[in-house]
């Protein structure tokens, strides 16, 4: 209980400091709608002429990109591996190595907080323009409802992958003293074979089958495409739980291996 109530203060101390930028989460929100208009744009014209890409209707994609819109706000590990790094190059860690805090539950703590603000802020003007998006958009029916429960699961684990992923390329700077062109070539990946530059399941078969074994699936395709409908199996999406799961637990792993080996090589001078 004293643990939880340890972490609970530093989520807690999380929301009060973003609370202070409250209104530039809100005004990258509003400014994040233009993306969508964009993207219906785009996937208006790719549809002229057609009723189905395959094997879905406009609606349905659509409905996918404006969930992705939100998902990436309430998942995306935003700044958090450049706010590890800078902590390590100024010494700032220091602090933790004498103290009963572990420092990944920290950063997670702050991580939750972060995406607790900025999350909530980009529902209000997605609201704001529901009533415009609400025509375009397409909802699987009650038939879809067992895999509304294995995406709920499936959220937790993805905000888990987005953290970790983050927090092993901040780690990397007991190495390196710039992690910048490592985050950014992780991040083109992951627009692409995270589903935010098109469903995945546009890709060629083996191609799809072969992002199914990567961690960038399941960081936001996986479980918008269980929200959206465009996963209809059950059994594959208890698979893909499994992978996911399973790729939580090994990042994890990685995550903890990197602390220790790194705290071998660093070096905390004065008080």
């Given at each position: 209980m004293s643990a939880l109530a340890k972490y609970r203060q530093v989520f807690l101390t999380g929301i009060q400091t973003n609370l202070v930028y409250r209104w530039n989460f809100a005004l990258r929100a509003a400014f994040s709608l233009l993306h969508l208009v964009y993207v219906f744009i785009l996937w208006g014209a790719a549809y002229q002429g057609q009723t189905e890409i395959g094997g879905f209707p406009l609606s349905a994609t659509l409905t996918y990109f404006t969930l992705?819109?939100?998902?990436?706000?309430?998942?995306?590990?935003?700044?958090?591996?450049?706010?590890?790094s800078e902590e390590?190059?100024?010494?700032?860690?220091?602090?933790?190595?004498?103290?009963?805090?572990?420092?990944?539950?920290?950063?997670?703590?702050?991580?939750?907080?972060?995406?607790?603000?900025?999350?909530?802020?980009?529902?209000?003007?997605?609201l704001l323009a529901l009533p415009l998006l609400w025509p375009h958009l397409a909802l699987p029916g009650e038939e879809h409802l067992p895999l509304y429960l294995v995406a709920i699961p499936a959220l937790l684990l993805s905000a888990l992958i987005q953290f970790t992923i983050a927090y092993c390329f901040g780690l990397l700077t007991f190495w390196f003293l710039e992690i910048q062109s490592f985050v950014i070539l992780s991040l083109?990946?992951?627009?692409?074979?995270?589903g935010q530059v098109f469903p995945l399941d546009l890709m060629p078969g083996w191609l799809y089958e072969l992002s199914r074994w990567l961690p960038y699936y399941y960081q936001m395709y996986f479980p918008a495409?269980?929200?959206?409908?465009?996963?209809?199996?059950?059994?594959?999406?208890?698979?893909?739980?499994?992978?996911?799961?399973?790729?939580t637990v090994l990042l994890l792993g990685i995550a903890q291996l990197l602390w220790r080996r790194g705290l071998r090589r660093h070096t905390a001078v004065g008080g």
């Open positions: 992705l819109l939100v998902l990436q706000f309430f998942l995306s590990a935003a700044n958090d591996d450049y706010e590890i390590i190059r100024n010494g700032l860690i220091n602090q933790f190595l004498t103290k009963p805090i572990n420092y990944l539950g920290y950063r997670l703590s702050l991580y939750f907080s972060a995406r607790f603000i900025m999350g909530g802020l980009s529902l209000l003007p997605v083109a990946v992951e627009a692409v074979l995270g495409a269980l929200l959206t409908g465009r996963i209809t199996d059950f059994g594959l999406a208890l698979q893909g739980l499994a992978i996911q799961a399973g790729w």
